[in-house]
Each structure stands twice: as C-alpha cells, then as structure tokens.
C-alpha cells in the first residue's frame, strides 16, 4: 500500500548527514527492505536525523507490496541475508517467530516502552508472548467516502452501515459522464491486495475459508453471494479496471476525486484528508459494512519491522527500530508535519493525546482497530487465527492463486462460479499436499 502507483522496485537510497560529518565514522551500514506506501516513504526523508544520532548509515530498498512479500519471504526462507530490517506483517510475524527466523524484541530499552504498544498489535506481532516485530503502524479498515456527493444524492452515511447501503448509496452516487464512481474497492490479484479485501468482506457474508476439519468451504453459498454482490455492485458502480485496481490505484482515484466512497486500510485517511486529495474538505468516515450477521468486513494489520535471524548488524537494527518506532518518532512527524500525518494504530499514548483526538478520523479508525477480532472473525467456527488471512505457513500461496481466479471473475474472463470451483480445487489440493486433511 503506498502513495505511488509506480513500482519503485529494488530502489536504493542511502541517507547521510548534511556535510558528510560521519561519512567516514559510519559504525556499520543497515539495509532494510519496505513497502512502497507513503508514511515508509515518509520515515525515509526523516532517516539523516538517526545516521545524524547514531553514525549508522541506512540503505533502503522499496518495493511494492506484492513484490515485498515475494523478497522478503524469499530471503528469509533461503538465509539470503540482504537485509538487516524486514518490513513485514501479522501474517509472517508469528509464522517465522515460531521457526526461530526472527530476532525476538524482548530486550528493547526502557524508554521505548513496549508497554505502550496497542495490545492488538503486540498481540498479532508476537510468538508465545514474545514480541518478534515492532508495529511502525497498526490499521484496520472502514469507509470513507465524499460527504458533498452523499448529500447531493439525499443520502446519509450511517455511522456502522451495511452492505446493502453501501450498494445502493454507490449506484446513486455514480455519474459516468462526470467520471465519478459510486464506489472504489481492490480487485487486484495478490492475497495481501484484493485477497485481503474479499477475505475480510465474506466474513461479514457469513463466509469462512476453512472448516474445523480445514476442508475448504468456497462451494458454500455464503462465498457465492459474497463474489457475487461484490462484482455486480462493482459493474454497477465501480471503475472500469477494478479487477487491477489496489490500493494505491484507488486512493489515486479517490484523491482525484473520482470515488463517492472507499473502503480500505485507516491509514489512508492521512492521504485523502492531506494536501495531495483534491476532495479533502469533502471527507467523512464510517465503519466497514456488515450483513447483521454478527461480522463486520474490517481487517486488522500491522506493518512492522522485524529483524532477521543471522544478521551481522542485530544491534545496530534494534537501535533503528526503536527509533522508527518511537513516541519520539510520532512526535518528530508532529512536528514538521501535523498530527493527522503521524503513524497511526500502534500505541496506546497516542489515542490519549489531546492533540491526536482533535484529528477527524482518529477515533474510527480506533474503533475499527478494536472491532477486529482475529481470534474470532467468522461467523461459523474456524480452525485459524486471523481476519483477511489464515495464520498457516501455506496461506499466502494458497490465496495467491485463489486471488488471481477472483480477479479474473472481476474482469470478465471466467465465471464466479468458475472461479469459485477453481478456488475449492487449488486450496483442497494444497491443504492436503500439506497433511492437514
């Protein structure tokens, strides 16, 4: 997820002093791989203040998210070493924590206060109670949408609205002769892109992954009404190419001011209220949309950075992790930049700083945070922990393929019933490859 829609693939940047003061006392060279999306991009223009603090040099490679997950896995699946600092999720964390890949974060200072860290993200980034990645920030999801459009079509954003007044607000919203879509969501393949959304959203269909005996469940009825409201409200009312569209595509539309409502992560309420959108006097929030089943369609996430079991630089790392990590760090963006930019979700002083509660959106999006229950997400029981996601080591390649059947529904290029088959196929075979079943 970032503010650029280009990939920014394999980009190095290495950040030193003003004057070159420690080009020749620079006590090692960290190298951190991230995710191409605004507040990682953002750190990375404050980075000469810690070479500034600390004489460690820092080498950046960015990526899109897609390809970040592929590096980053790879690597540390091979021992590549690369990288000193990964940047990566609630997925990965518990997953590679439990396969002693990661440096635990037990020892971090006192004045980091890892206390302070929102017990949902702790919660998510540890293994047996051991923290293993540090959140830079937490999110959830929920709606946000143009509140001039809503009113011009006589209508009111609830503030816990459901799925079918989401549709029937899009329709009503649309206008093709003046490139205005009612509604904007991800259909771009990949599991931690479109596989996210459509995960989160059958949840509140009733929708599971797996059974209590991991039998995959997309030849159930919930799974088709899920496909099937979400592309027929996106043919209704959505972009052409939606079936390509992640995140960044879509906050590039909605900032154009081409979306009456998104639903995606919180942290881009920042971008859509910020100097980049041209609608962000027109902005309002809501929760993400639900059926009355119980389940609301928000997911909870974490990017975090972590760092890699066998790394030559750990101290040097865990010292650029508390920095980027920080209260300091919050108020260092603050400062130069407004509270409604910091990195948000991740710790608990922030959601009690009078400052921060002035922000608009800042409030939902701790509500949504609060709301997503990975221990409990499904309407029906299921065996895994997780939201948008199924914590098992095969998940990310199983949803890979099953996104990319979905996305090519979405485009017109198979049936949902199709894609659905396919999907119950690919995922039985490989849970059974796996010796779950």
């Known amino acids: 997820m970032s503010l650029k829609s280009t990939l920014c693939a394999a980009t190095a940047l290495t950040l030193v002093t003003a004057g070159g003061a420690f080009a020749d006392a620079h006590s090692a060279t960290i190298t951190i791989a991230t995710v191409n ?101 937490g999110e959830s999801s929920m709606v946000m949408y143009r509140t001039d459009l809503m009113e011009a079509a006589g209508l009111e954003m609830p503030t816990a609205p459901t799925w079918t007044f989401i549709r029937e607000a899009a329709a009503a919203m649309t206008d093709r002769d003046a490139e205005i879509n009612g509604i904007c969501l991800r259909g771009k393949a990949g599991w931690g892109e479109g596989g996210a959304f459509i995960t989160a959203m059958s949840n509140s269909f009733g929708a599971r992954w797996f059974d209590m005996d991991w039998n995959a469940q997309f030849d159930t009825e919930a799974w088709a009404n899920t496909l099937n409201f979400f592309k027929g409200m996106m043919d209704e009312s959505g972009p052409a190419g939606y079936a390509t569209n992640g995140f960044n595509e879509n906050l590039s539309l909605f900032n154009q001011g081409k979306c009456g409502m998104w639903i995606d992560a919180t942290v881009a309420a920042s971008f859509v209220t910020g100097a980049d959108s041209t609608v962000a006097d027109s902005v309002g929030f809501a929760l993400a949309p639900d059926n009355g089943l119980g389940k609301r369609s928000n997911w909870l996430w974490a990017w975090a950075l972590a760092i890699p079991a066998g790394t030559q630089q750990e101290a040097e790392a865990k010292q650029f992790i508390e920095w980027a990590t920080s209260k300091d760090y919050i108020e260092l963006v603050a400062a130069n930049e407004g509270w409604a930019n910091v990195p948000p979700g991740a710790r608990t002083s922030l959601y009690e700083n009078p400052n921060y509660q002035a922000v608009p959106f800042a409030q939902m999006t701790l509500d949504s945070i609060l709301s997503a229950d990975p221990n409990n997400s499904t309407v029906e029981p299921s065996p895994y922990v997780g939201v948008q996601f199924a914590a098992i080591p095969e998940f990310a390649g199983i949803a890979s393929e099953v996104s990319q059947e979905f996305s090519a529904a979405y485009a017109g290029q198979q049936t949902v019933e199709e894609a659905l088959a396919k999907a119950q196929a690919i995922t039985n075979e490989a849970m059974e490859a796996a010796g779950y079943r």
């Open 37 to 137: 999306n605004g507040d990682m991009i953002r750190m990375q223009g404050y980075t000469d203040q810690f070479t500034a603090e600390t004489g460690i040099a820092v080498e950046w490679v960015t990526l899109e998210e897609n390809v970040l997950r592929q590096r980053v896995t790879t690597d540390i699946t091979t021992n590549g070493g690369q990288f000193d600092i990964m940047t990566i999720g609630m997925y990965e964390t518990p997953i590679w924590g439990a396969n002693g890949w990661l440096v635990a974060l037990d020892d971090l200072s006192a004045e980091y206060d890892a206390a302070d860290i929102l017990p949902a993200m702790a919660g998510g980034l540890s293994y047996d109670g051991t923290l293993f990645a540090a959140p830079f920030y």
